[in-house]
């Protein structure tokens, strides 16, 4: 997609001292356009709010990474690719500054193989799409918070709760957090996903930046 820009600013700061990205979730396969009213894209958005709730206090940039196309597709691995590309972008804005990913399902996927960037500090997977065999050596020395609901039944909290042990054994400092009652969606419970959303991310920025 010519002149695609992967970096969409929700909240600027200047200076930033921080940054904290959203990754929506998508499709296994899906090469349609990736459009902001489709709902992956707007189950993001009370996330958005919270965090920015959380963080208002200054300094924290706040953003979206805009995919090209809807689907992860195979090896193409294109949010991934998106993500990488925002990265690079808000590098170009901002400086160098840790960066905070916060991505559900597939896009928990994209931030968790986008932390191998040296400015990521930190990640939250939201209900993560976790492959068996996902790779987790570029998590060494990050911050990696899983949230899963128990009733999830389209993305599997078992292999998300694998892949955070597997990440502790390659040197991330990894935990999960089950949301007793949750759906993939994130609606039943939503206020407990909301909050606690928020105060993990601020938290991560805390260990960043030394203050939340």
């Given at each position: 997609m010519t002149g695609h820009t992967a970096l969409v600013t929700r909240r600027s700061a200047a200076p930033a001292r921080a940054a904290v990205l959203f990754l929506h979730g998508g499709a296994?396969?899906?090469r349609g356009v990736s459009r902001p009213w489709q709902l992956a894209a707007v189950r993001m958005r009370p996330f958005v709010r919270s965090v920015a709730t959380a963080t208002a206090d200054?300094?924290?940039?706040?953003?979206e990474v805009r995919y090209r196309l809807r689907g992860?597709?195979?090896?193409?691995?294109?949010p991934l690719r998106d993500a990488l590309a925002?990265?690079?972008e808000l590098a170009r804005l901002a400086g160098d500054i840790p960066v905070v990913l916060v991505g559900h399902s597939m896009g928990g996927r994209a931030a968790l193989r986008a932390a191998s960037a040296p400015q990521v500090s930190g990640v939250l997977a939201?209900?993560?799409?976790?492959?068996?065999?996902e790779p987790v050596e570029q998590l060494r020395g990050k911050d990696v918070v899983v949230l899963h609901g128990d009733r999830d039944r389209i993305t599997d909290p078992q292999s998300s709760a694998a892949l955070?042990?597997?990440?502790r054994t390659a040197g991330a400092r990894a935990e999960m957090t089950w949301v007793p009652g949750g759906d993939h969606a994130m609606l039943r419970r939503?206020?407990?996903w909301h909050r606690a959303a928020a105060s993990v991310v601020a938290g991560l920025l805390s260990s960043s930046t030394g203050a939340a």
């Open positions: 296994e396969v899906g200054g300094g924290v940039f706040l953003g992860w597709n195979g090896e193409n691995a294109d925002a990265l690079d939201l209900a993560p799409w976790c492959p068996d065999g955070v042990e597997r990440a939503r206020g407990r």
